[in-house]
Nanobody, 115 residues
Framework: QVQLAESGGGLAEAGGSLRLSCAASPYTVPIKSMGWYRQLLGKQREMVAIKGPITENYADSVKGRFTISRDIARNTADLQMNSLKPDDTAVYYC??????????WGQGTQVTVFS
């Protein structure tokens, strides 16, 4: 069983920055990929950024503004969000997938961007 703990959400002005962090425990569990999804009320959850063992992928809407990083030894993943827009307002969920393809989700952290 993997548990994901998120931190770093909050309020930001448009054009500002926020950094989200996620830690998977126990940190000894081999994680294949980690990333972030987001969901607006009443809408489908969408991928924001995912970093696997080789590749990383971003939603088109965040390319050039968001950067995902991972510390594989510590089973952590951060999402640096720059040039924030009001459209980035959502609940952000940390996601992790083990090498046996088991998915895990964090509880979610609210990000609100105001103009």
């Amino acid at each position: 069983q993997v548990q994901l703990a998120e931190s770093g959400g909050g309020l930001a002005e448009a054009g500002g920055s926020l950094r989200l962090s996620c830690a998977a425990s126990p940190y000894t569990v081999p994680i294949k990929s980690m990333g972030w999804y987001r969901q607006l009320l009443g809408k489908q959850r969408e991928m924001v950024a995912i970093k696997g063992p080789i590749t990383e992928n971003y939603a088109d809407s965040v390319k050039g503004r968001f950067t995902i990083s991972r510390d594989i030894a510590r089973n952590t993943a951060d999402l640096q969000m720059n040039s924030l827009k009001p459209d980035d307002t959502a609940v952000y969920y940390c996601y992790a997938e083990t090498w046996s393809d088991m998915p895990y989700w964090g509880q979610g952290t609210q990000v609100t961007v105001f103009s």
